[in-house]
């Protein structure tokens, strides 16, 4: 069981790792001007899209690790259930704390990656639905591995 555990937290690490280097090289193709609509703090649709397919495609590497290094279908297993709970957790504290989120104070397009992670505004359906897509791409990932 330990080494199932294992498996489900490597595959989360990799999965967080995958989606981290999307999201740098997305800003780095579109910039804080490409990554927001106008100069509000709203996403822009190329780069919500950018995330969706990141996220899948992490979660589908997380999966093929969670599957090599568990080596049964129960880190898989282990590993969506992580997906869910601490991706819907996520999206019910962001949802939470845009309310209480400072005015911006200067253009997107002059913020640096970090600020403008903390200033993002992402659509109730994007926060809701990317838990979903986590265990999707791990489900495959991890199928893909067996």
Do not use: C, D, Q
């Not at 703090?41 to 589908?60: E, K």
């Not at 880190?75 to 019910?92: E, T």
Request: charged content about 10%; aromatic content about 10%.
């Amino acid at each position: 069981m330990l080494r199932n555990i294992l498996g489900a937290v490597a595959g989360y690490l990799v999965t967080v790792i995958v989606v981290l280097l999307g999201i740098g090289v997305a800003w780095m193709i579109l910039g804080g001007a490409g990554a927001f609509e106008g100069e509000g703090p709203y996403p822009s649709t190329p780069w919500v899209a950018g995330n969706l397919v990141f996220g899948l495609a992490g979660a589908f590497v997380g999966g093929y690790a969670a599957y090599k290094i568990g080596r049964t279908a129960t880190a898989v297993k282990i590993l969506v259930i992580l997906m869910l709970l601490l991706g819907g957790y996520a999206a019910v504290t962001a949802e939470s704390s845009y309310a209480k989120r400072e005015p911006v104070g200067k253009p997107v397009a002059e913020m640096s990656f970090m600020e403008a992670g903390r200033h993002a505004k992402n659509p109730a359906w994007y926060n809701f639905l990317m838990p979903a897509i986590g265990a999707i791409g791990a489900f495959a990932g991890g199928r893909k591995a067996s």
